[in-house]
């Protein structure tokens, strides 16, 4: 008889839903960690990068404010103080998901868990049976692979600082270095983006990226279109050696390019589990992977990478195989958002997408400036953008950025979902004054 009837390895966002909700069950289950509860995106993404991306706002709404007759101004911040109470906030969090593993009845194993076979794990030399072991482990930031590369402060890293740098440089184009350079411009940082192709967010629908990144640079950021090829370290600067030639000294290299599946010495090689060429865990529809009664889900395999679809793939493990339903998660129309400045959020398809797919579309755009800036100095404008299936009037992708998008995109997301038409959006009145309602007064399309 096993030790357990489930065994979770790793205890972030997938493997905490999957071991208490296991355990509501009545199952027997253990979950192992070796790091900190809650995962990446309780302890060095999404609820810490949102903090500073908050605190990184104050200084504009401080500027925004002399529009409406508030004499402010920015005395002192203290980077310490930001810091530590974000510290604070997530070893308060740390709590509250230990509380609801306890409550539900699993144990909870510290230390570093690794397969020895098909049922076996070891954790720091002790072995445990379990009918199923399920992998949760995550991500974990990567390096460019150039000299001088220890240099770098990685995504996780960079929650914690000692001190706040006066200059420096970001890696990367994507969403992470897009809101790490926000959070640095916004609290006084001179930032500057090394991207290769010298555009940001590429891969999100074209017209909305390129708003985004116009916006985006009208805060003085500097944008390079260029790699580092070399970092080394000058007294207490680096030196950061282009790929066009150029060279800049900063205080600080962030390198937000991108995370990987955190498999090193969990086992999976060792036990003939396969990886597919993009180092993601290979799985079936049911999560399984090549070794039967291992089962492998959130950032460790090729889906988005976002907690809530971690979330829900904890959830159809569950009901695959405790509930013996026979169905699979649908990853059709989730909505995302990049917490840059101003913020961009999505849902379905991009115009690029549809037109790949053979969709003949009709394009709905507005670009505007927001009220509430229209007596500040603000030149922020706001985009939206709706993509319509011409042939089924349904709307298949809605895109924005600015003030709120996330939040707007969120309830275009449930209507999308649910399958509805442009003729509904038009038939929806509107909230006035507010920007969300650009969505339901787009009439003439732009293509």
Not at 338 to 346: E, H, N
Not at 402 to 418: D, F, L, R, S
Request: proline share 3%.
């Amino acid at each position: 008889m096993s030790d357990f009837d489930l065994f979770v390895i790793g205890a972030g966002s997938a493997g905490v839903r999957a071991s208490r909700m296991a355990a509501a069950k009545g199952l027997k289950v253990a979950v192992a960690e070796s790091r900190y509860l809650g995962g990446t995106c309780v302890n060095v993404g999404c609820v810490p990068k949102k903090l500073f991306v908050y605190g990184s706002e104050i200084p504009h709404m401080i500027e925004d404010a002399k529009g409406y007759g508030f004499d402010l101004s920015v005395n002192h911040f203290s980077w310490d103080t930001l810091r530590n109470n974000k510290t604070k906030e997530i070893e308060r969090l740390n709590g509250i998901y230990q509380k609801l593993l306890d409550n539900s009845g699993v144990t909870t194993i510290i230390g570093h868990a690794k397969l020895i076979g098909k049922n076996q794990v070891d954790v720091d030399g002790e072995t445990y049976t379990a009918d199923k072991i399920l992998l949760a482990t995550g991500g974990w930031p990567v390096l460019p692979e150039i000299e001088g590369k220890e240099h770098c402060v990685n995504s996780n890293d960079f929650f914690y600082l000692d001190t706040l740098p006066k200059k420096v440089l970001v890696l990367g184009s994507g969403y992470i270095a897009v809101e790490f350079a926000g959070i640095l411009n916004g609290l006084g940082c001179e930032t500057t983006i090394a991207s290769r192709s010298g555009k940001l967010l590429r891969g999100f629908d074209e017209s909305t990226r390129s708003f985004a990144q116009t916006e985006i640079l009208k805060k003085n950021l500097n944008l390079i279109a260029a790699q580092p090829e070399k970092i080394t370290k000058q007294a207490d600067k680096f030196h950061v050696v282009l790929s066009n030639g150029d060279a800049i000294d900063v205080d600080l290299v962030v390198s937000a390019i991108g995370r990987s599946p955190n498999i090193e010495n969990l086992g999976i090689k060792e036990q003939g589990i396969r990886i597919a060429d993009n180092g993601y865990i290979e799985v079936n529809d049911q999560y399984e992977t090549n070794l039967s009664g291992v089962y492998a889900l959130g950032d460790l395999i090729d889906t988005p990478q976002l907690t809530p679809v971690a979330l829900a793939e904890a959830m159809m493990f569950l009901k695959q195989q405790y509930d013996k339903q026979d169905t699979v998660l649908n990853y059709d129309n989730i909505a995302t958002a990049v917490f840059s400045q101003p913020s961009l959020a999505t849902v379905g398809v991009t115009e690029e997408q549809a037109l790949k797919q053979g969709i003949d579309t009709q394009i709905f755009e507005s670009e505007f400036r927001a009220l509430r800036l229209t007596i500040t100095d603000s030149t922020e404008r706001t985009y939206m953008k709706l993509v319509v299936d011409k042939k089924t009037d349904k709307v298949i992708g809605a895109h924005m950025v600015g003030e709120h998008a996330a939040e707007i995109i969120q309830g275009i997301a449930i209507a999308i979902k649910a399958g509805a038409t442009k003729s509904i959006f038009d038939e929806t009145i509107g909230i006035h004054p507010s920007s969300a309602e650009e969505f339901v007064t787009m009439r003439t399309p732009s293509n």
